[in-house]
């Protein structure tokens, strides 16, 4: 298994990581809150910490729907937050105009499951010498991820990060082909599973998504016991009052247990 390396923290050296935060960023005051609570659990339970959200949702299913305060003023606040946590950070971009800047400010480039093929975008985010995490899109299999990869390589980085988040199984629907995640980790490169993507209902909800977040811990303790690196989990205060993909988030009151589990399991199997 090929490690990557963010300062101290190592994906793929048999500890996980957890990237964590809100789906988009809701001010500073708000999702600095979310940091530093997903912080304390973090650090109760030793495990290592990325800090993440989106400045800008470029995919939300309807035009009327938040999309985030955009790159200058996002760039802004992820950089305060990270001064402020002390952790790294990770955020996804949607055009290759985008790599260079964010990777000036952020420790992860992370493309988007809809995005994870468009090669420019692939090749800017390698260019910038930053680890690059990629999602697998919700209809593409895990074995054609390689064909991702070797783009990447190509393009003169070694730094992947491949993430686990749903098949499309008919309309407004996900599964989890567990199989995924031993396959893409035979590419060499270190895995997370996102747990909250992975309950989503894609445009289940007419012009938003949907989702099934009672079903995350189950899914994660599943993940973690197959074989993963690290997890993904959007989290919130109040995911009633999230202003993106408030039905899969995780409240923050419930992410200790669902932590401490997935750290049973992966104890059990060392």
Partial sequence: ?????????????????????????????????????TKEIAERLNIP????????????????????????????????????????????????????????????LQIPAFLCRQTDLLVAAAKTGKVVNVKKAQFLSARDMINVVEKL???????????????????????????????????????????????QLPGGAGTSSGGQREFVEYLVRAAVAVGVDGLFLEVHDNPAEGLSDGANMIPLDKLEKILSSALKIQGALI
């Fill in 49 to 108: 910490y990325i800090f993440k959200a989106s400045f800008d949702k470029a995919n939300r299913s309807s035009i009327k729907s938040y999309r985030g305060p955009g790159l200058v003023d996002g760039l802004k606040i992820l950089s305060d937050i990270k001064r402020e946590l002390n952790v790294p950070i990770v955020t996804d971009i949607h055009e290759s105009c985008q790599a260079e800047p964010v990777a000036e400010v952020v420790d992860i």
């Fill in 153 to 199: 390589r190509a393009s003169g980085t070694e730094k992947i990060l491949l993430t686990e988040r749903g098949t499309s199984f008919g309309y407004n629907n996900l599964v989890v082909d567990m199989r995924g995640l031993p396959i893409m980790r035979g590419f060499n490169c270190p895995v997370i599973f996102d747990g909250t993507h992975s309950v």
């Fill in 1 to 37: 298994m090929n490690t990557v390396k963010i300062g101290n923290i190592e994906f793929g050296g048999g500890r996980l990581v957890l990237m964590a935060g809100p789906c988009v960023l809701e001010g500073y005051e708000r999702s600095l809150m979310i940091g530093r609570r």
